[in-house]
């Protein structure tokens, strides 16, 4: 029997199974209601938050059958001559629908030339088709081919969101999923619903009992350590160069993601702060060894070091150095201490 991966097992089959995208569902329920369908849309958004599975739903709802909906992955078909090949077989009626579907994912793929012929057939596309575009990165397209579309923006999801999202899945597979576990994947998935939904099952893949801890993620993912996390907030708060520097070493050697552990590192800090603000169920959630922490070091952190934390991450993606940006982070907190 095959394996039928989390994210399409649990891929949204209908609107009111979408997640975090309201907007665009109400848009889109409201054109079929009023029989006002477009001609051509464009959803843009980041990877994974669920546009293909929405044009596929839109294709179905506006009663379009398998037969007559096409998938295009413009990556791997970008020229002018699979262009050309598609307007040429936008032309012929549909088999047994009122409408063909188009689904084009990551059009932005596309070259100048195919760009230019697809604007013809956007221009004066026939009425039995309706193109559904989908892009990560809405900059790279033509204005003329934005222009011909009507264009939704999708949400990413937040943290909460994916959250909530896995540890239902993961009831759902018979799993209990820690809040500190599903924190963990969530902030690893990266705001995509596709990844978190894959990091789940890698987790799921590799633990013998029912109950995923954040050790089990940790483990699965490799990511840094909770404790590694701690010894790093503590070593800024104490304003300990040193200290913070044998942290940074240690996320060399392992090959830690410097800006997973920024963000972890930022996610324990913005948590201290807001109980010093007595912050009803800033905590919840947290592990119990994170909550000790967070009351030893509240009294001590303070908005500052969490808007220098801010800082560091605008260096992250620029710098050539992976550790660089923690090591500046280090400096700029102790230079502010003296």
């Known amino acids: 029997m095959s394996h039928e991966v989390l994210y399409r097992k649990y891929r949204p089959q209908n609107f009111r199974e979408v997640v975090d995208q309201d907007i665009v569902v109400k848009s889109l329920r409201g054109a079929i209601e009023n029989k006002t369908v ?9 990877r994974g938050i669920g546009k293909t599975s929405i044009a596929r739903i839109f294709a179905r709802e506006i009663g ?4 007559d909906i096409y998938e295009i992955d413009a990556a791997s078909n970008r020229g002018i001559d699979d262009v050309r090949a598609l ?5 012929v009626l549909p088999f047994e629908s009122k409408f063909k579907v188009y689904i084009i994912d990551e059009v932005h793929m596309l070259t100048k030339e195919a760009f230019n012929a697809l604007l013809k057939t956007l221009e004066e596309p026939p009425k039995h088709v309706v ?9 790279k ?3 003329t081919i934005i222009s011909r579309c009507q264009v939704f923006e999708f949400k990413r999801p937040t943290a909460e969101i994916l959250k909530d999202t896995i540890t ?6 018979g799993f209990s999923l820690e809040p500190a576990a599903a924190e963990l994947i969530a902030l690893v998935g990266d705001g995509s619903f596709r990844d978190t939904h894959g990091i789940l099952e890698r987790v799921i893949a590799g633990i013998k009992g029912k109950k995923i801890t954040r050790e089990d993620v ?6 840094p350590k909770s404790e590694l996390v701690r010894n790093f907030v503590a070593a800024l708060v104490e304003k300990n160069a040193a200290k913070a520097f044998e942290v940074i070493a240690e996320i060399r050697s392992k090959n830690f993601d410097p800006k997973l552990f920024l963000e972890l590192t930022l996610s324990l800090v913005r948590l201290t702060l807001l109980e010093k603000m007595s912050v009803l169920g800033a905590t919840v959630g947290t592990s119990d060894e994170d909550k000790k922490f967070i009351a030893d070091k509240k009294t001590a952190v303070d ?13 992250i993606a620029l710098s050539p150095i992976r550790e660089l940006p923690l090591e500046l982070l280090v400096l700029d907190v102790v230079e502010e201490g003296k």
């Open 303 to 315: 908005s500052k070091l969490l808007h220098t934390l801010l800082g560091a991450f605008d260096y």
């Open 218 to 223: 940790e483990e699965a993912t490799g990511s």
């Open 141 to 143: 397209l033509p204005e």
């Open 64 to 67: 379009t059958s398998a037969n």
């Open 87 to 91: 307007r040429d077989a936008v032309a």
């Open 131 to 139: 193109f559904l575009l989908a892009t990560t990165e809405i900059h």
């Open 38 to 46: 477009a001609h051509a849309y464009l959803f843009a958004g980041s």
């Open 168 to 173: 239902k899945i993961a009831k759902k597979e």
